[in-house]
């Protein structure tokens, strides 16, 4: 299907679950699964019938800062993707903290990690920027921030398993070429994508993507990684 035109389908059953919330205001208890229905055509609902995308992020149960700030900077075009920024568009600050506060909560099964073979150089590579980092670099170890489970930190520090290979690769290659999709926006995570090769963005993206989701989110940051990433912790508590 044309992308427009299952945009146009996407923001016409939005509207209509909008205005049906509207017209019953008051009168239904939990109107939010109905809304965000118009969402979860993309984003994966745990509906064994649903097509799996390759690329579509998983946004349930991701931290609830993260989420908001995301919706916030697909509303506000400093993140870019065509059919996020006209479904976002005009909403609240306050509508979008529910949206996230929503899928933070929900609790499906993720699907099996991807089946992709690497060779044991690449999971070592993998493995030792996930958990050293390359000091050299100034770049800290990934589960310093994520989590030691990575499964993510601090309600903004967002989890990495569970996610596509594809999606992965896309996010970090974009930081490390400050192009459009997110890489506009200078914070920790973009300074540490540019320190990244090519080569190494692929192999950590497939290794993340091949491990079983296990294990909780982390509630605990060095100063220091606090402060690094002071930026991306202020756009949560400039909105509360
Ligand atoms: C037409 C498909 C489509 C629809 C409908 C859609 N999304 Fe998305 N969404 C995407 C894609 C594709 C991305 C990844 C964009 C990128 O490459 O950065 C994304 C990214 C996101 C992210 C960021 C995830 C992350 O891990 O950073 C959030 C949050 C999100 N969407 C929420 C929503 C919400 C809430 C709705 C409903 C109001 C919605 N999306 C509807 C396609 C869609
Ligand atoms: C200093 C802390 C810090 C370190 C170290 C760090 N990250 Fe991040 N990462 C973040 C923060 C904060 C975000 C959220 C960025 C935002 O809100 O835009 C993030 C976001 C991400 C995302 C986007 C996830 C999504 O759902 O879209 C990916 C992918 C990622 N990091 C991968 C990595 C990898 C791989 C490493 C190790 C090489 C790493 N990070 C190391 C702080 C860090």
Redesign the pocket.
């Known amino acids: 299907m044309c992308m427009k035109l299952?945009?146009l389908i996407?923001l016409f059953f939005?509207t209509l679950n909008v205005s049906a919330e509207l017209s019953s205001h008051g009168m239904v208890p939990d109107t939010m699964a109905e809304r965000?229905k118009?969402?979860t055509?993309?984003?994966y609902h745990g509906d064994n019938n649903q097509e799996r995308s390759s690329?579509?992020?998983r946004?349930a149960g991701?931290l609830e800062g993260?989420?908001v700030n995301?919706?916030r900077h697909?509303r506000d075009g400093r993140?870019y993707?065509q059919?996020?920024a006209l479904?976002?568009e005009n909403m609240s600050d306050d509508y979008l903290q529910a949206?996230?506060h929503y899928?933070s909560k929900l609790d499906i099964p993720y699907p099996p990690p991807e089946s992709i073979d690497l060779k044991p150089n690449e999971i070592e590579l993998a493995k030792k920027l996930i958990r050293l980092g390359d000091p050299q670099r100034d770049i800290p170890a990934c589960s310093a921030c994520h989590g030691d489970s990575l499964m993510g930190n601090m309600s903004y520090i967002?989890g990495l398993l569970g996610?596509p290979s594809a999606?992965l690769t896309?996010?970090l290659s974009d930081w490390r070429s400050g192009s459009l999709?997110?890489g506009q926006v200078t914070n920790c995570m973009s300074a540490i994508a540019k320190q990244l090769s090519y080569d190494e963005i692929i192999v950590v993206s497939r290794w993340l993507a091949t491990q079983t989701v296990e294990g909780e989110t982390q509630k605990t940051l060095s100063p220091d990684l606090v402060k690094r990433c002071q930026s991306i912790f202020l756009e949560g508590v400039a909105q509360e």
């Open positions: 299952l945009i996407v939005f965000v118009a969402c055509i993309c984003h690329y579509y992020p946004i991701k993260y989420l995301q919706l697909f993140r993707h059919a996020m479904l976002l949206i996230a899928f967002p996610l999606y896309a996010q999709i997110r």
